[in-house]
C-alpha cells in the first residue's frame, strides 16, 4: 500500500509531541494537541479509507480510549472541524471540553507504555 501524502497537513505531517497510544501502516493513535483526547488518524490524506482499514481505526481508537478513560467511558467523534479533508476521529470521554482547558497535555514518549504529561 502506498500513502498519499499532502503537503502542509499537520496530519500527513504527524508530529510527535504528545503521547502516542498506538501505529501501524494504516493508522496512529495520539493524543489531540488541542483536545488532548485520543485521535486516531489514517495514514494516507484523504476522507474515504476501505471499510476494513476504517473499522481497524475505530477499533485502534476505542483501544486508546478504554486506555485512557477506563471501559465504557466515552464514545467515538468522527466530526472532522480541523482537517476536514483528511480522516481522523476524536475519542470524546464526558469532560474533553473542560480537559483542553483544565489538563495538562502529554507528552511523546515513545509509541504506545506509559503516558507521560508535560511539565
Ligand atoms: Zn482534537
Ligand atoms: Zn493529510
Redo the contacts with the bound molecule.
Keep these: 500500500m502506498t500513502n498519499h501524502m499532502a503537503d502542509d497537513c499537520e496530519l500527513c505531517e504527524a508530529a510527535r509531541f504528545t503521547h502516542w497510544y498506538y501505529e501501524d501502516e494504516v493508522c496512529w493513535v495520539a493524543d ?6 485520543p ?1 486516531v488518524v489514517w495514514k494516507s490524506h484523504g476522507t474515504r479509507p476501505s471499510k476494513k482499514d476504517l473499522a481497524w481505526m475505530l477499533e485502534r481508537l476505542e483501544e486508546a480510549g478504554v486506555e485512557r478513560f477506563g471501559k465504557g467511558v466515552g464514545s467515538i467523534d468522527r466530526t472532522m ?2 482537517v476536514p479533508e483528511h480522516f ?1 476521529a ?1 475519542w470524546r470521554d464526558p469532560q474533553w471540553l473542560s480537559r ?1 482547558w483544565t489538563e495538562i497535555p502529554s507528552k511523546y514518549s515513545g509509541v504506545g507504555g506509559e503516558r507521560s504529561l508535560l511539565k
Design positions: 489531540c494537541e488541542a483536545c488532548s483526547t485521535m472541524r480541523q481522523h476524536h483542553r
